[in-house]
């Protein structure tokens, strides 16, 4: 499966943003997909998930309660809407999948797409 992410930007301090993550190459409904996120100077990091069916949805604590994870199967894309945004926030925000499901370390994610920079301003 092919991922590609959009929807990054510039914005203010308790903004709203939305990604999405368009996946290709296969039906999106046989994979567990998520986001990952990699600030400057740090380790790429689990941000959210969501299971193949949309039933089940998994968040990092820094985001529970900001961020939303949600899928369109029938358009074969992930949605990330990110609310009441901070600066902390700020990293470049990668679109990842795996087969049936999807898990909280890089090292076992199985395909990822190329990332799209968030930046929040104070």
């Known amino acids: 499966v092919q991922l590609q992410a959009s929807g990054g930007g510039v914005v203010q301090a308790g903004g709203s943003l939305r990604l999405s993550c368009a996946a290709s190459g296969r039906t999106a409904g046989s994979y567990g997909m998520g986001w990952f996120r990699q600030a400057p100077g740090k380790e790429r990091e689990f941000v959210a998930g969501?299971?193949?069916?949309?039933?089940?949805?998994d968040y990092s604590g820094s985001v529970k309660g900001r961020f939303t994870i949600s899928r369109d199967n029938a358009r074969n894309t992930v949605y990330l809407q990110m609310n009441s945004l901070e600066p902390e926030d700020t990293a470049v925000y990668y679109c990842a999948a795996n087969q049936y499901i999807l898990v909280r370390t890089v090292s076992g994610i199985e395909y990822w797409g190329k990332g799209t920079l968030v930046t929040v301003s104070s």
């Open positions: 969501i299971s193949r069916g949309g039933t089940l949805t």
